[in-house]
């Protein structure tokens, strides 16, 4: 692969999606050709799958179906999006990927870590990001940053506060584990200082990257 493959976890209302837009102009300011893009979602299928999983439904979703959908719509994504740009040799910004499945589906459903993996090691092919930047936060700051917002809560966000404690406590224990690729940003700061943060890997990748 000729790219780079930057990702961006956390858990609901830690500002992802303002610092989305840093990264990509920031990149795009070093001459870099961007693809913009998110999981669950970033194809026709991939979107249509997105709105089942986020859809709130009177009945529930078993955990397994919720699982492979998420899977299912990575699959696409990888196929359709994120290996084409790879070999093009863009530089692929993705809103989550599959830390998200470990902390949402292993930590906050309780499904096994082992069977996660299986799928993984399946759909990716060894397709993994360069850069993981993990937002996080307090649980009740980032459920505060919900309720500001116009839109109803989707089926995730309608969780309990100890889902996404589960969820949060998932993802750190992974940002300890691989400290090289996840970046553990405090999203409790101000953008400017968030920011701030996030130039040293990206500077450093880039250099990597005229290295290679
Ligand atoms: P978001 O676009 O607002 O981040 O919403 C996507 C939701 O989907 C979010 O609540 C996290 C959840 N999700 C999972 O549960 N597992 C996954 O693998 C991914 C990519 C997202």
């Known amino acids: 692969m000729n790219g780079k493959f930057i990702s961006i976890e956390g858990i609901e209302g830690a500002g992802k999606s303002t610092q989305l837009q840093f990264i990509a102009d920031f990149l795009r300011s070093k001459g870099k050709q961007v ?41 696409e994504h990888l ?34 870590e082992r069977r996660i993996a299986a799928l993984a090691d399946w759909t990716l092919q060894g397709c993994h990001t360069d850069i993981t930047f993990l937002f996080d ?45 996840i970046k553990l940003i405090d999203a409790s700061q101000t953008v400017e200082a968030i920011q701030y943060q996030l130039q040293q890997p990206l500077e450093q990748l880039l250099s990597n990257e005229s290295n290679d």
Not at 158 to 169: C, L, P, S, T
């Open 137 to 181: 936060l307090p649980v009740a700051l980032g459920q505060l940053r919900v309720d500001q917002r116009p839109q109803q809560r989707d089926r995730f966000e309608q969780e309990q506060q100890a889902f996404f404690e589960r969820v949060r406590q998932c993802y750190l224990a992974r940002a300890q584990a691989e400290p090289g690729r």
């Open 35 to 75: 693809v913009v893009t998110r999981e669950p979602g970033g194809t026709t299928v991939g979107e249509q799958i997105r709105n089942i999983l986020l859809e709130p439904a009177e009945q529930p979703m078993s955990e397994d179906t919720e699982l492979l959908l998420m899977f299912a719509a990575r699959a």
């Open 79 to 112: 196929q359709q999006v994120v290996k084409p740009a790879l070999q093009r040799g863009d530089w692929v910004l993705s809103d989550r990927f599959v830390d998200a499945t470990f902390a949402y589906q292993g930590g906050g459903r309780g499904v096994c």
